[in-house]
C-alpha cells in the first residue's frame, strides 16, 4: 500500500535542507493549516450536498439539480450568497460572547481533524493519547452552543442551549465509554497503532460481540452528540424556530451549519477509525487475490468511503424517525445506554484477559 | 446589440426569455442600472454573487392560508423545490432570503409581517403570494383585511392566483431570480449608505441613535 | 320534540316557543342561566352538547341563539336570550356548565360587544385589542379612519376581565391578567412552523413543562361573516372554501344544503352522490395532509412526503373534474357546477385501489416507531366527558370514545344508504387522534368504491335541480344545517328576512372548539408535547378565525 509518509518525509527533507529547522517547521505548518482549511469547507459543501441529495433519493424527489451538472454547483451558490449576507447588530445582547460562540464551534470541529487517520501516513499529529485528545477537543463545541443560546437573549436559543448542555454532556458518556471499549481491545491510544492493530482485520470483527454493541452504542450516542435528528432538539425546528442559532445571520449562521455537517464528519471518520479499521483495506484472511485486489484502492479512498458509508446511515435514520423529547432523551441515555456501555466495558475486558477474540 | 446583452445577463436554466412575460420591466431595469457604465472588475464579480444569491434563494416559513398548503406542495415531491435549491426553508427570519406571504394580512397580522420582514438580512425580497396578498382578493371590503401587502411592505414580485398552482410559484420565483441577476452589489448602495442617506436626512433618528 | 317543550314550559313558564326545524325556546336572561342548569342536567333533557353560539343583533335587541345536542337522544333544541340595551350590554354566561362556550362568547363579545356575566376571562378573540366598535353590529362604523392599519404592537396584551354579579343584581367587573409577572411566558407563533397557520400560542412554562397555554386568534380574522351580509347567496358560497380550505367540499355542501332546505329545493340523486364522492374524497386528502404535517411537526420528514405523493393524485382528480386544485367551487345551489370528468370513476377507482397499500407504508414508516409511539401514546389526553364538554368533534372527537359523527348521527344527503364504520377508539390521546385518521382513510377508500358503483348507474342524468330560481331570494325565517366535515362537524346558521342578502349568517367551525380544548390537552406536558397535541388535534386557522 502506497505510504504517504515518504512524500511528506521527501519533503520535510527538502525544506531542511535549504532552510534551518525552525523555518521548516513554520512554512509546514502554514501549508497543513491552508490545506486543512480548504478540505475543512470542501468537505463541508460536499457533506451539504450529500445529505440533500439522500433525503431527496429517501423521499422520492430529485434534490438540488439545476445549478451546475446534477446540482454540484449548488453548495457554492449558498456559500457565495451566506458570505455577503448581512450580519444583523443586535442590541441588549453579549455582544463579545455572542460573535465569540460560532467561532469556538468551528474551531471545536476543526481542532478534532487534526487527528484522523487520513490515509496511511496522511496524518496532521500521531502522539499516543490521540483519541483522548479527539475526544476532549470536539466537547468543546457544546461551548460554544451554550454560549450562543445564552447570549442571544432569546427565549428559544435559551431553552435550546439548556437543552443541547443536558444532552450533549450526556451523551460524551456513551461515547466515551464505547471508545473506551474499543481501546481495551486494541491496547492503545494512539491514533496510527489502532489502524495497525487493525491490519489483520478490523476491530469490529475481532471484537465480535462486545465490539457490535459498542458500534451501535458510538452511532445513538455519536448521533446524540452533534444534535442530529432525532437528537436534534437544540435546534428542534418545529419546536424552537431554530434552536440556538435563531438570531444568528450571515456567515455566523453558516459556521453553525458547516460546523454541523462537519461534526457528522468527524464522529463518522471516528467510527471508522475505532471499528471499522480506519484507512485499513478490507482484507479477508485466505483470500490473497481478493486481498491484493483490496491493496490497490488508495487508502485515503478507504478512509473517506467508510466515513461516508456511516454518515449515509446517520442521515438515514435523522430523516426517517420522528424527534425524541427531551425526557426521553436523558432517560435512553442515564437508564439504558450508559449501563449497557459499562457492562458492555467489562465484557470487552473479560475478552481481551481471557483471549477470547480473533 | 443592447438587446443580447441584456438576455444574456438574465439567463435562467430551461426557461427561455420569450418564455417569460414581463420582459419590458426587466429590461427597463437593466438599462437604468447600466447606464452610468460599469467597471469590468467589478461587473463581472457582481455577476458571481447575482448567481450565487439568485440561485441560492431560502425561504421564511410563513404561511398564513391556503396558498401555504400549495406552498408545501411546491415542497413535495411531484414539484420539488429542491431542484432550484430553494427546499431550505428557515424558519428564523434572520437566516432566511425571501419572505413569501402567502395568504391574507389582517390587521392584527400586519405589525408581525412587517416585523419579520424587518428582522430579515439584507439582501432581502418579498413576494406577495395569491389574491389576498396582492389585493384583498375575495376578501376585499371587509373591515379588517390589509388589501394587498404592497401597502405595508415593499414587495418583489406579485403572484395572482387564488391559491396560485405550484407552476405559478416557480414561475414567480423564476422572475424574482431575474430580477436579482441584473442587481449591484458593489455598484448599488448597501444598507450601511442607505442608513447614513436616512440619518443625514433625518437628524433627529441621529440623535436618538446615539 | 313537544314532550322537550312540556319539560321546558313546566321548568320556565315564562318561556315562549317556536316550531320549526327544531324548537327554538325563547327565554328572558334573567331566567336564562337556571333554564340552562336544567338543560344540561335534568335527566329528561340531557342536552349535553352545546353546538354553537350564535350572536345576532336585531336592530331592537341583541342577543344569542345556543343551538344544544343531546348526546344520548339526538334530540335537538335551541334557545334564544336577548338584551334590549344597546348600550351595555349583558347576558349570563353559560361557561360553567358547557366549556365551549369560553371561546364562543369571546367570539360574541368580539363580534357585538356583549358582556357575558360570569365568564372569567372576557377579552377579544379575534380583533386587535385597541378595535374600535363591534364590526357585526348593524349600526358598526365602517370608516377606516377609525380602525386604520396600525403597525405598532398590540397594547395590554394580558390584560382580561371577568363581570360578577354581586346579590343585589349590580354587575362588577374585576380586572384580570392572563399571564401574572412572575411566570415565564414564552410565545409561538404568530409565525412559527409549526402552529399550522398564524396561531399564536402564549405559553407559561416551568423549564420544559407547560404551566398554562394561552391560544391568541384573529391572526387570519377576515371578517367572512360579516361579508356575507353583503353579498347574494350564491356569492356567499365562495367564502366556505376558503375557511377550511381542507374541507372545502364539505363546507360548501353544508351552506348549500342548508339555502336549499331554505328554498324547498330537491337535489338530483346524481348530484348528491358526485356531492358525496367529492366529500369523501376530500375527507382522504384532507386526512393524507395532517398525516404528513403531525409526522413532519414531529421530525420524520420523510412520511410528508409520502403523504404528499398520495393528496397529489387526489387533486389531479379534483382538478380534471372542477379546474382548480384547492378553492374548488364546485358544488352550487341545487346541485354541482358541472358534471363530472369522463375519467373520474376511473381515477377514483385507481385512488381506492393503491390506498390499502400505501397506508401499509405510512404505517410501517410511522405508526410502528418506538419513538412515535412514546411520543403520542398518553400524550395530551381529553376524556369523553372534556370532548362533549369542549365541543370537540370529528376524528378528535371520536378518539375519545364520543360517537359524534354527524353522517351517523343525522345523516345528510344519501349517507344513510351507504355502508360504512364510524372509527372510534377510546384512550383519547394523540396516538388515538392520529389512529381515528389512518382508520378513517380505510373507510373512505370503503364509501367511495360503493359510490362509484351508485354513481355509474346514474350515468347521465341531471346534475342540477332543474328549477332552482334566478335571483335567490330566502323566505323570512332561520335555518341551522350541520354536516361532518374534515374536522368535525360544521354548521352554518342562516337567518333571513327575505331578501336577496342573508340577515345573519354563522359559520359553526369544528376548529374554534378545538383550539377552545388546547390549554386542558396541554397542560403539564412537555414543549415538545405542545407540537404533537397541536399537530394531533389537527385544527386548521382560517377556519378558527374565518
Redesign the interface.
Given at each position: 500500500m502506497f505510504d504517504f509518509g515518504t512524500i511528506t518525509t521527501w519533503f520535510d527533507n527538502l525544506l531542511e535542507s535549504v532552510m534551518p529547522g525552525w523555518a521548516a517547521t513554520v512554512i509546514e505548518c502554514v501549508i497543513i493549516g491552508v490545506a486543512l482549511l480548504l478540505v475543512y469547507a470542501l468537505l463541508a459543501l460536499f457533506y451539504i450536498l450529500y445529505e440533500r441529495k439522500l433525503c431527496a433519493w429517501f423521499q422520492c424527489r430529485l434534490g438540488p439539480m439545476r445549478v451546475g451538472p446534477w446540482g454540484l454547483l449548488q453548495v457554492f451558490a449558498d456559500m457565495f450568497k451566506i458570505l455577503i449576507k448581512e450580519l444583523i447588530r443586535l442590541e441588549n445582547i453579549d455582544r463579545f460572547l455572542f460573535a465569540l460562540a460560532p467561532y469556538l464551534v468551528i474551531i471545536a470541529s476543526m481542532v478534532s481533524f487534526a487527528v484522523l487517520p487520513w490515509g496511511n501516513g496522511l496524518q496532521i499529529i500521531d502522539f499516543n493519547i490521540g483519541v483522548f485528545f479527539m475526544i476532549a477537543a470536539s466537547s468543546v463545541g457544546v461551548l460554544g452552543i451554550l454560549l450562543a443560546g445564552w447570549s442571544s437573549n432569546n427565549k428559544y436559543t435559551l431553552i435550546g442551549a439548556m437543552r443541547s448542555g443536558a444532552q450533549m454532556i450526556s451523551y460524551e458518556l456513551s461515547v466515551g465509554l464505547s471508545i473506551m471499549t474499543m481501546v481495551v481491545l486494541a491496547g492503545t491510544m494512539s491514533v496510527s497503532g489502532l489502524v495497525a492493530a487493525q491490519a489483520d482485520g478490523w476491530l469490529i470483527f475481532k471484537g465480535h460481540i462486545p465490539a457490535v454493541i459498542a458500534f451501535v452504542i458510538y452511532l445513538i450516542a455519536a448521533t446524540g452528540e452533534t444534535n442530529r435528528g432525532p437528537f436534534d432538539l437544540p435546534e428542534a425546528e418545529h419546536e424552537l424556530t431554530a434552536g440556538y442559532h435563531t438570531e444568528y445571520s450571515g456567515i455566523h449562521f453558516g459556521y453553525f451549519y458547516l460546523a454541523e455537517y462537519l461534526n457528522l464528519f468527524i464522529v463518522s471518520g471516528i467510527a471508522s477509525l475505532m471499528f471499522l479499521g480506519g484507512w485499513m483495506p478490507l482484507h479477508i484472511p485466505g483470500w490473497d487475490g481478493f486481498n491484493m485486489i483490496m491493496d490497490y484502492i488508495p487508502s485515503v479512498i478507504w478512509f473517506l468511503g467508510k466515513a461516508f458509508f456511516v454518515s449515509f446511515i446517520i442521515i438515514w435514520f435523522k430523516w426517517s424517525f420522528p424527534r425524541v423529547r427531551i425526557d426521553q432523551l436523558l432517560a435512553l441515555e442515564w437508564k439504558y445506554l450508559m449501563p449497557i456501555g459499562l457492562f458492555n466495558l467489562l465484557l470487552m475486558t473479560l475478552v481481551v484477559v481471557y483471549g477470547w477474540h480473533f | 446589440m443592447a438587446e443580447r446583452s441584456i438576455a444574456m445577463e438574465v439567463k435562467i436554466?430551461?426557461m427561455k426569455r420569450e418564455d417569460f412575460k414581463d420582459n419590458e420591466y426587466i429590461d427597463k431595469l437593466v438599462e437604468e442600472l447600466n447606464a452610468s457604465g460599469t467597471n469590468v472588475v467589478v461587473g463581472s464579480l457582481d455577476q458571481?454573487?447575482n448567481?450565487?444569491?439568485?440561485?441560492?434563494l431560502w425561504p421564511?416559513?410563513?404561511?398564513?392560508?391556503?396558498c401555504?398548503?400549495?406552498f408545501?406542495?411546491l415542497g413535495?415531491?411531484?414539484h420539488?423545490m429542491?431542484?432550484?435549491?430553494f427546499?431550505?426553508a428557515?424558519?428564523?427570519?434572520?437566516?432566511a432570503?425571501y419572505i413569501m406571504v402567502q395568504?391574507?394580512i389582517?390587521?392584527?397580522?400586519?405589525?408581525?409581517l412587517?416585523r419579520?420582514y424587518e428582522?430579515l438580512?439584507?439582501?432581502k425580497y418579498v413576494i406577495a403570494c395569491g389574491g389576498c396578498a396582492v389585493s384583498g382578493g375575495?376578501?376585499k371590503?371587509?373591515?379588517?383585511?390589509?388589501e394587498g401587502v404592497d401597502?405595508?411592505i415593499p414587495v418583489d414580485v406579485f403572484i395572482p392566483g387564488?391559491?396560485p398552482?405550484p407552476e405559478a410559484m416557480f414561475y414567480g420565483l423564476m422572475q424574482l431570480q431575474r430580477k436579482i441577476k441584473v442587481e449591484k452589489?458593489f455598484g448599488g448602495v448597501n444598507?450601511q449608505e442607505k442608513l447614513k442617506d436616512f440619518l443625514e436626512k433625518h437628524p433627529e433618528e441621529a440623535e436618538a441613535m446615539k | 320534540m313537544a314532550n322537550i317543550q312540556e319539560t321546558i314550559s313546566k321548568l320556565c313558564p315564562s318561556a315562549t316557543f317556536e316550531e320549526g326545524e327544531v324548537l327554538r325556546v325563547t327565554v328572558d336572561d334573567k331566567l336564562w342561566h337556571d333554564l340552562a342548569k336544567q338543560l344540561k342536567e335534568n335527566p329528561e333533557l340531557g342536552f349535553d352538547y352545546l353546538v354553537g353560539i350564535i350572536g345576532c343583533d336585531w336592530k331592537e335587541s341583541l342577543g344569542c341563539v345556543y343551538y344544544f345536542t343531546s348526546t344520548k337522544t339526538q334530540e335537538h333544541v335551541s334557545v334564544k336570550v336577548a338584551t334590549t340595551d344597546r348600550e351595555n350590554p349583558m347576558l349570563h354566561s353559560v361557561s360553567d356548565l358547557w366549556r365551549v362556550a369560553l371561546i364562543q362568547e369571546r367570539e360574541v363579545y368580539d363580534f357585538y360587544g356583549i358582556v357575558f356575566i360570569g365568564h372569567p376571562d372576557m377579552r377579544r378573540l379575534f380583533l386587535r385589542t385597541d378595535w374600535v366598535g363591534f364590526p357585526l353590529r348593524k349600526d358598526y362604523d365602517a370608516n377606516p379612519e377609525l380602525n386604520p392599519i396600525r403597525l405598532e404592537q398590540e397594547p395590554d396584551e394580558d390584560a382580561t376581565a371577568a363581570y360578577v354579579e354581586e346579590s343585589d343584581g349590580t354587575v362588577k367587573k374585576i380586572d384580570r391578567k392572563v399571564f401574572e409577572d412572575n411566570e415565564y411566558v414564552v410565545n409561538f407563533g404568530p409565525q412559527h412552523p409549526s402552529t399550522h397557520g398564524v396561531m399564536r400560542l402564549r405559553t407559561s412554562i416551568d423549564g420544559e413543562t407547560l404551566l398554562k397555554v394561552d391560544p391568541v386568534a384573529g391572526y387570519i380574522h377576515r371578517g367572512i361573516e360579516k361579508l356575507c351580509e353583503s353579498k347574494t347567496y350564491p356569492q356567499t358560497l365562495m367564502f366556505t372554501d376558503r375557511m377550511d380550505y381542507m374541507s372545502a367540499h364539505q363546507n360548501r355542501h353544508c351552506l348549500c344544503m342548508c339555502i336549499e332546505k331554505a328554498l324547498g329545493i330537491e337535489v338530483p340523486r346524481r348530484a348528491k352522490i358526485i356531492r358525496v364522492m367529492m366529500d369523501e374524497l376530500m375527507r382522504l386528502s384532507s386526512h393524507l395532509l395532517s398525516y404528513g404535517c403531525m409526522t413532519m411537526d414531529m421530525g420524520a420528514t420523510t412520511a410528508f412526503f409520502y403523504g404528499f405523493r398520495e393528496r397529489e393524485e387526489i387533486l389531479d382528480i379534483f382538478e380534471k373534474t372542477c379546474g382548480a386544485r384547492m378553492s374548488l367551487h364546485y358544488n352550487v345551489i341545487g346541485g354541482v357546477v358541472a358534471d363530472v370528468h369522463p375519467d373520474f370513476i376511473k381515477d377514483v377507482r385507481a385512488i381506492c385501489s393503491i390506498m390499502p397499500s400505501r397506508l401499509k407504508e405510512y404505517h410501517k414508516l410511522f405508526t410502528g416507531n418506538v419513538i412515535a409511539q412514546n411520543r403520542t401514546k398518553g400524550v395530551g389526553v381529553l376524556s369523553m366527558e372534556d370532548a362533549i364538554n369542549y365541543g370537540v368533534t370529528g376524528p378528535s372527537g371520536r378518539a375519545t370514545g364520543w360517537h359524534c359523527d354527524v353522517r351517523k348521527t343525522a345523516p345528510y344527503s344519501i349517507y344513510d344508504e351507504l355502508d360504512f364504520e364510524e372509527i372510534t377508539e377510546t384512550a383519547g390521546d394523540s396516538f388515538a387522534r392520529y389512529m381515528v385518521r389512518m382508520r378513517e382513510i380505510e373507510q373512505c377508500v370503503k364509501l367511495l368504491e360503493q359510490l362509484c358503483d351508485l354513481l355509474e348507474k346514474e350515468e347521465g342524468n341531471e346534475y342540477i335541480a332543474p328549477k332552482v330560481p334566478k335571483i335567490i331570494k330566502l323566505p323570512v325565517g332561520h335555518w341551522f344545517q350541520q354536516v361532518e366535515a374534515s374536522r368535525g362537524a360544521f354548521g352554518v346558521y342562516i337567518e333571513s328576512t327575505g331578501e336577496k342578502t342573508p340577515y345573519r349568517m354563522h359559520f359553526n367551525s369544528p376548529c374554534l372548539n378545538i383550539l377552545g380544548s388546547v390549554d386542558l390537552a396541554c397542560r403539564g406536558y412537555k414543549i415538545a408535547d405542545l407540537i404533537t397535541i397541536t399537530a394531533s388535534l389537527d385544527y386548521v386557522i382560517p377556519d378558527i378565525d374565518r
Open positions: - | 436554466k430551461g458571481l454573487i448567481w450565487g444569491r439568485a440561485n441560492s421564511l416559513c410563513f404561511g398564513t392560508s391556503c401555504a398548503i400549495e408545501m406542495h413535495a415531491a411531484r420539488d429542491a431542484r432550484f435549491g427546499e431550505v428557515r424558519n428564523s427570519p434572520r437566516q432570503d395568504g391574507t389582517v390587521h392584527r397580522m400586519a405589525p408581525a412587517v419579520l428582522q438580512a439584507e439582501p375575495p376578501f371590503g371587509s373591515y379588517c383585511v390589509v401597502k405595508i387564488c391559491p398552482r452589489f444598507r | -
